[in-house]
């Protein structure tokens, strides 16, 4: 089955970018959406389709995709993007379907 | 306000049986394709579930196939996972999670989840 790939941690001072990816084959092919998941908290999705923010999303948040990585890049990071961020995309095979994540990555604020 | 509610969780020996709600709010149900999504304690998100609108669209994760079942009534507003022989890795917090029905599947909005713990 499809594996996605996070770096389980990274940390970033504030005011800095913070530049988050998820490996996987060809991902490129593929559309890679991005969730937040704040401590104790449900995740919230904060990029779909490789680079679109849901509304009140806000633009220091934007996605990119090519090669066999996707990238997440926070700009101007602030201590209330501290979190784990998780990739996903859907998975099509000859006999399964469904919905893979990556690992997450825990991103701390120095 | 778009809201889910999961209910139904709680403590349940290995092998025992399980059946979990989600009940909707807020948007138009019958619209919607819905996904179970699950998070042991401590560690990352695992899709085990997509049904369609309609029901007629259903996928398991290979981790839950043959033992979990997901049905919708659509006149309630409410989803539910009938859990079957469960195992000590099932351990976790469920979410039922809105689909955002665009090109490919992916989840805008959560629940707060509702926790099963399989434990003797």
């Known amino acids: 089955s499809y594996e996605l790939t996070q770096s389980p941690s990274m940390s970033v001072a504030p005011g800095q970018t913070a530049s988050i990816t998820c490996g996987g084959d060809?991902?490129?092919?593929?559309?890679v959406h991005w969730y937040q998941q704040r401590p104790g908290q449900a995740p919230v999705l904060v990029v779909y389709?490789?680079?679109d923010r849901p509304s009140g999303i806000p633009e220091r948040f934007s996605g990119s995709n090519s090669g066999n990585k996707a990238t997440l890049s926070i700009s101007r990071v602030e201590a209330g993007d501290e979190a784990d961020y998780y990739c996903?995309?859907?998975?099509?095979?000859?006999?399964?379907?469904?919905?893979?994540f990556g690992g997450g990555t825990k991103l701390t604020v120095l | 306000e778009v809201q889910l509610v999961e209910s139904g969780g709680g403590l349940v020996q290995p092998g025992g049986s399980l059946r979990l709600s989600c009940t909707a709010s807020?948007?138009?149900?019958?619209?919607?394709?819905i996904n179970w999504v699950r998070q042991s304690p401590g560690k990352g998100l695992e899709w085990i579930s997509y049904?369609?609108?309609?029901?007629?669209?259903?996928y398991y994760a290979d981790s839950v196939k043959g033992r979990f079942t997901v049905s919708r009534d659509n006149a309630k507003n409410s989803l539910y996972l009938q859990m079957n022989s469960l195992r000590s890795e099932d351990t976790a917090l469920y979410y039922c999670?809105?689909?955002?029905?665009?090109?490919?599947?992916?989840?805008?909005?959560w629940g707060q989840g509702t926790l099963v713990t399989v434990s003797s």
């Open positions: 999670a809105r689909d955002r029905m665009g090109f490919t599947p992916t989840i805008d909005f």
């Open positions: 807020g948007f138009t149900f019958t619209a919607y394709s």
């Open positions: 049904i369609s609108s309609s029901s007629t669209t259903i």
């Open positions: 060809n991902i490129e092919k593929k559309s």
């Open positions: 389709d490789d680079r």
């Open positions: 996903q995309v859907w998975d099509i095979n000859d006999d399964h379907r469904g919905m893979v």
